[in-house]
């Protein structure tokens, strides 16, 4: 304005245009922070459902063995990843939100988001590192006839989506089922989770019963 003063009532006009532009700014800043996509970390990402339909396909079909000789002690774990850290607080750090970690690499605070039931925890006590296809649900097809190292490495592998970190209970009401007797209570889930499933088990050239494959197939139809 070269240097000419403004009379008080445009200064005041002026200064509440930019108050009240500035509040519309923050205003719309908020909204689009309430909308943004949250990031969530994960294991790695399954193939597509024609992939994994495709890997079903190729899958042996026979009944389900014996669970005669199966132990948790046959499939070594959790083992030394790097360091101090160990299979578990790997997959603790990967799937979780700001984790802290003491000198002995075991999460000491963060944040935990389940994807099989949605819930979000603060302690890594409540969550398990969850084998997508379990320990005993592999040596009933298959593992049994494996040697101790390669069961090794199928309970601790971190380049295929066979572990995940979900909700303690949730994980322990699975047990040892198979997709034909037990699915993550969100269904929203399903799809990706059958996708997991089928890829551990091709990996692995582990079989599946009838009907394990007929639920697979339902659900990958419907992804």
């Known amino acids: 304005m070269n240097g000419m003063r403004l009379p008080a009532s445009r200064r005041g006009f002026y200064a509440r245009q930019?108050?009240?532009?500035?509040?519309?700014?923050?205003?719309?800043?908020?909204?689009l922070f309430l909308s943004a996509p949250t990031a969530q970390a994960a294991p790695p990402t399954p193939p597509s459902a024609s992939t994994a339909r495709s890997y079903l396909a190729s899958l042996t079909v026979r009944a389900e063995g014996s669970s005669d000789g199966y132990s948790r002690d046959r499939f070594p774990h959790w083992i030394t990843q790097s360091g101090t850290c160990n299979t578990r607080e790997v997959v603790l750090e990967r799937d979780g939100t700001g984790v802290v970690r003491d000198s002995s690499c075991a999460a000491t605070s963060g944040r935990w988001y389940s994807p099989y039931d949605g819930a979000t925890w603060y302690a890594a006590s409540d969550v398990d590192i969850d084998h997508v296809v379990p320990l005993a649900e592999a040596w009933r097809s298959g593992a049994n006839?494996?040697?101790?190292?390669?069961?090794?490495?199928?309970?601790n592998d971190l380049s295929i989506a066979q572990l995940i970190a979900v909700t303690d209970n949730v994980n322990q009401s699975k047990g040892d089922r198979d997709p034909a007797e037990w699915m993550p209570p969100r269904s929203a889930y399903h799809c990706t989770y059958a996708r997991m499933w089928v890829w551990v088990k091709h990996s692995y050239g582990l079989s599946v019963d009838s009907a394990e494959k007929s639920r697979l197939t339902s659900v990958l139809s419907g992804c």
């Open 145 to 155: 006839s494996w040697t101790t190292s390669r069961r090794q490495s199928f309970a």
């Open 18 to 31: 930019s108050t009240a532009l500035g509040a519309l700014i923050a205003l719309c800043a908020g909204l």
